[in-house]
């Protein structure tokens, strides 16, 4: 009896460790998986505030062979030269490798000033001494679609092809003796692109994007260059801020003929965003 019963102890042990190991083996296979350390989910949202310093430089022609005066729209008509742009953009990730984004912004700006120089607009000329109202309003809508090429756990790059479409408003009168309607352009440009992020810790990234356009159709030349760089803090899997810096600039050189002039807006500046991961 005396040696039995170690035996009989032994098998009991061995025995509760077995039940335990498959107990626990049981429990983990229920639990779910633990989150990955990013979450990118389906559904991204982010607003963005930009503090955007703003340069432009315009020229409206009367036709291809008369000129207008080339004016610098701050200095010469008195318009903003920065602006807090707020802007929003939605992205939607149907599948590891896709990504479509949608995205906005515009600027308006207004300004009555008395000039100091002879200005050809159109087929009107402003003298010095005349008080002339003017507008410039930019509106632009972008439709994204991005193949992801490299998704790793520490970063991703992506290539993108993009179809932004700008709507251009300006004008130029002086209220006293003249009544005019004011300039209009839309046009949907197709852009390409790359983007990429790399995740320095578990909170600390870094990304950016670049878009460019490049043309020269029926006695048009234009470019659209779009960059941005940032740093984000993400502060859980669900919730990122970021700070940076966005570029935007429009180069357009028309000698259509029902559209002539030159257009040349440039807005630059630091930006501040948060995006929610749905």
Not at 123 to 148: A, I
Not at 186 to 191: I, K, Y
Not at 240 to 265: C, H, M, Q, T, W
Request: glycine fraction near 8%; include cysteine.
């Amino acid at each position: 009896m005396s040696q039995g019963f170690p035996r009989i102890r032994l098998l009991c042990i061995a025995a509760g460790l077995f039940v335990c190991a498959a107990v626990s083996a049981q429990t983990s296979a229920l639990s779910p998986e633990p989150k990955p350390r990013v979450i990118e989910d389906r559904l991204r949202v982010e607003v963005t505030l930009l503090g955007a310093g703003i340069d432009t430089r315009m020229r409206i022609d009367e036709s291809p062979t008369l000129p207008g005066t080339e004016v610098d729209a701050e200095d010469d008509f008195g318009l903003d030269d920065s602006a807090l742009m707020p802007q929003v953009e939605i992205t939607l990730l149907p599948g590891k490798h896709n990504l479509l984004r949608l995205s906005g912004f515009s600027s308006r700006r207004s300004a009555s000033k008395i000039i100091d120089k002879e200005i050809a607009f159109d087929d009107e000329v402003f003298e010095p001494g005349e008080r002339v109202d003017s507008k410039l309003d930019l509106t632009l809508f972008g439709l994204t679609y991005g193949y992801r090429i490299l998704v790793r756990d520490r970063g991703e790059l992506t290539a993108t092809l993009g179809i932004q479409v700008a709507h251009v408003e300006a004008n130029a009168l002086v209220r006293s003796r003249m009544v005019r309607e004011p300039e209009t352009g839309v046009a949907p440009l197709p852009m390409i692109g790359i983007e990429g992020r790399y995740d320095f810790t578990d909170h600390w990234s870094a990304e950016g994007r670049l878009q460019y356009l490049g043309a020269n159709v029926d006695d048009v030349d234009g470019s659209i260059i779009d960059a941005r760089l940032a740093v984000t803090w993400r502060m859980n899997p669900y919730l990122v801020f970021g700070l940076g810096y966005r570029s935007f600039s429009v180069d357009i050189d028309s000698k259509a003929e029902d559209n002539p002039g030159l257009v040349n807006l440039k807005l630059a500046g630091p930006l501040l965003f948060a995006r929610a991961s749905l």
